[in-house]
């Protein structure tokens, strides 16, 4: 199918990016950090550092749930998907504790307050940070990936994170001697907000890995489709699991009860070549055909 072929190419493709701009922003602001004499920065880098991993993780991810039915894994790969996910939730978990605890620390000790030149870089890391998330969100959205939506929330964590920061700086820089921590206090902040978006990527995979009832308005779409074609009365039952970047549909049709078996099989293979048309990210549709009751 050649959208399956392009939603599969935009997920790697987008993911391929968050690699490259993660990468750029842990140096960027590691050496701001280190030289800025703020570890609100360097907390900030860990966290890109950590994005890093966890982004090559989705690509992996989605290579391998992208790959197509085997006799082995009859209904694909898919699962491998949200199980990624959790990965990543793994990392941010990681890196939130670790920021956590090296702020405690620094708290502890006195040091100097941050150089001014680190809210110049902050601000520019937060607007880029954001473009990331919405790029990256929009794709999640049009592939149906929870991987993607999971390494976008990401780039919003690490923009966070960032916001913190500059808030932390400007109170140790503006606010002058006996503030000289307020950068560690927004680094201690910025650990909660990691550990609050790590369980919002977590939750959706969840319930994708447990089949639940999560997509009403592509129900309502299969139900209007499959009225349309000539043969069908009604629908019946329709459920719907998602696997990867695709969905697996069972649909009871209901069709005239006086009609052939041979009939009621065409009418089947209709509705489903019908929806597999219409609704590119349907990768596969079970119809059971019901007898009108009415008559």
Known sequence: MKSSKSNKEKAINTTYLSIFGNAIMAVVKLLTGIFGNSYALIADAI???TDVFSSLLVLFGLKYATKPPDDNHPYGHGRAEPLITFGVVG??????????????QNIKVP???PEPYTLIVLAIVIFIKEIFYRLVNKKGDETKSSALKADAWHHRSDALTSLMAFLGISIAIFMGEGYESADDWAALLASGLILFNAFRIFRPALGEIMDEHLYESLVTE???HSKKVKGVIDTEKCLVRKSGLYF???LHVIVDGTISVKEGHNIAHLVKYELLQLLPEISDVLIHIEPNQDE
Do not use: G, M, P
């Open 248 to 250: 697996h549909v069972d």
């Open 222 to 224: 299969i139900r209007i």
């Open 91 to 104: 990392f941010l978990i990681v890196s939130a504790f670790v920021i956590f605890f090296q702020s405690i």
């Open 111 to 113: 040091h100097e307050s």
């Open 47 to 49: 966290e890109s550092t």
